[in-house]
């Protein structure tokens, strides 16, 4: 198993479900139940949304903004984006 999210960069020891699913319903260990569910992507987003995505759902979570760029500053080197 991936140790973060291939799509949003979240470790995926904080994902509550341990990981997404595929359409089968088995676990995908490349990314979290918030962005992969029943074998699909859950949103269409582009990398930079999802950085600002992201960044912002951090803020909310009480971070500084400079702290959730630095935490999704490798959000387009991840797996999901390096195939579009």
Not at 3 to 25: E, I, L, R, Y
């Amino acid at each position: 198993m991936n140790k973060c999210c291939q799509s949003c960069g979240m470790p995926m020891s904080k994902d509550p479900q341990q990981g997404g699913t595929n359409a089968d319903g088995s676990k995908n260990a490349d990314y979290c139940s918030y962005c992969y569910q029943h074998g699909a992507f859950v949103g269409d987003f582009t990398a930079k949304q999802m950085q600002d995505f992201c960044i912002n759902k951090l803020k909310e979570m009480g971070f500084p903004r400079f702290i959730g760029w630095s935490l999704t500053r490798n959000i387009p080197s991840l797996k999901r984006w390096k195939q579009s």
